[in-house]
């Protein structure tokens, strides 16, 4: 199957900083890629939709210029956890449809897991 | 916006023994997908339902779409230990956008 990437996996950091991670389609092109986030032992909740060449797309409750995305190319977007506060620890997932395929067969990355301190 | 009410939150069974689960929504759905999520990894599709009344089967899993399109369920058979994670079910209106359940924790016993 498609395999999407994500960088770094594991992240901590002191609060104020910020901090970017990285969705990679590996062996496939995304127009569309998906942000998430998970807490503890919680379902997965759709923060944003990353749209490639235009501005991303915003789930009700979810702060665009603390959650700064970008989908550089057809197989890369980031986001940017600005001015990071321990209240944003999580575990953050990306996931990818592909051009070609049955668009609902996302493929996610495997999460990275942010610590604020 | 669209919940998904996913039950049980959590099973422990014996190794051998058939797993049901199953997910309910006020809202229609044209997709249902099931993942299992394995701790520090995200989510793996395991089935993708397309049609209402759909029933899918992939190896010892099998799942079906409701008549309403409003449910769903996933059963495992003959469990084994690799079956441990967390199972979520999700609905999707519009391609690629999911709604989650809560989950559903599975333990097995050796």
């Known amino acids: 199957g498609a395999v999407v990437s994500q960088h770094p996996s594991r992240v901590i950091c002191k609060s104020g900083t910020s901090v970017k991670i990285e969705c990679r389609s590996l062996?496939?092109?995304?127009?569309?890629m998906f942000w998430y986030r998970q807490f503890p032992k919680k379902s997965l909740m759709l923060m944003a939709t990353s749209n490639e060449g235009s501005k991303a797309t915003y789930e009700q409750g979810v702060e665009k210029d603390k959650f700064l995305i970008n989908h550089a190319s057809l197989t890369l977007s980031t986001l940017t956890v600005t001015s990071a506060q321990p209240e944003d620890s999580s575990f953050y997932i990306c996931?990818?449809?592909?051009?070609?395929?049955?668009?609902?067969?996302?493929?996610f990355g495997p999460g990275t897991r942010l610590t604020v301190l | 916006g669209q919940q998904l009410n996913q039950s049980p939150q959590s099973m422990f069974i014996q190794e051998g023994e058939d797993v049901s689960m199953n997910c309910t929504s006020s809202?229609?759905?044209?997709?249902w997908l099931w993942y299992k999520q394995e701790p520090g990894e995200g989510p793996v599709l395991l089935i993708a339902l397309y049609k209402a009344g759909e029933l899918t089967s992939n190896g010892r899993l099998t799942a079906q779409f409701g008549i309403t399109r409003k449910d769903s369920f996933l059963n495992i058979s003959a469990s084994i230990p690799s079956d441990v994670g967390i199972y979520f079910c999700a609905g999707e209106i519009n391609a690629g956008k999911s709604t989650f359940g809560d989950g559903t924790t599975l333990t097995v016993k050796p």
């Open positions: 809202s229609i759905f044209n997709t």
């Open positions: 062996d496939f092109q995304a127009t569309t």
């Open positions: 996931s990818a449809p592909p051009l070609s395929g049955v668009l609902q067969e996302q493929f």
